[in-house]
């Protein structure tokens, strides 16, 4: 191949060029990528029992919510196969098969209500739930657990947790949303 040749490839840079060196800002592409962390409920619960004890219901301090975050990103990055600097989410897994998807930052209070909630009856139980659809439990940024699924007839159903009571109540919609 001649030097001619050679230039009139486009996608090929020219090292003396330097104003290739700065990428034109349509060009520049971001790359996000959260890293959730998956794991059985109960083990990580007996780990931040047996870490914070009463801590969590008792109320904490700004240091020791910090030394909390830093526990669950360890707690987290222990259980993904792959190694990772940031976990952005752990999704625990209760023994009915319900996934409480919860940030690694999580309010103390929360935690604390997570093992009444996974002692408690599922709010829909995994035969009245259609067959192939998630389950999912996270915490709300007003403060509460709340839980939905599909029923087996196909309307969608949402549950807030009720921590005083330990149980779930059901959040009665509008109407009724059918899922297709």
Request: hydrophobic letters at 40%; glycine letters at 6%; charged letters at 25%.
């Amino acid at each position: 191949m001649s030097s001619d040749d050679r230039n009139d490839v486009s996608d090929v840079p020219d090292p003396s060029d330097d104003s290739q060196d700065a990428a034109a800002p349509a060009e520049v592409v971001s790359d996000v990528v959260l890293v959730v962390a998956s794991m059985a409920a109960t083990p990580f619960l007996q780990a931040i029992s047996t870490y914070f004890g009463n801590a969590l219901a008792t109320g904490m301090s700004t240091g020791t919510r910090e030394i909390l975050r830093r526990f669950i990103g360890r707690q987290a990055r222990a259980s993904l196969d792959e190694p990772a600097d940031d976990v952005h989410a752990i999704h625990l897994r209760t023994e009915d098969g319900w996934q409480i998807e919860m940030k690694v930052d999580i309010a103390p209070e929360a935690l604390a209500q997570l093992p009444a909630l996974c002692d408690a009856d599922a709010p829909v139980s995994e035969a009245d739930r259609r067959p192939g659809t998630a389950a999912t439990i996270h915490w709300e940024h007003g403060g509460h657990w709340t839980a939905t699924t599909v029923r087996r007839n196909g309307h969608l159903v949402r549950f807030a947790w009720q921590a005083e009571a330990e149980e779930w109540r059901e959040r009665p919609g509008r109407r009724p949303i059918l899922v297709t």
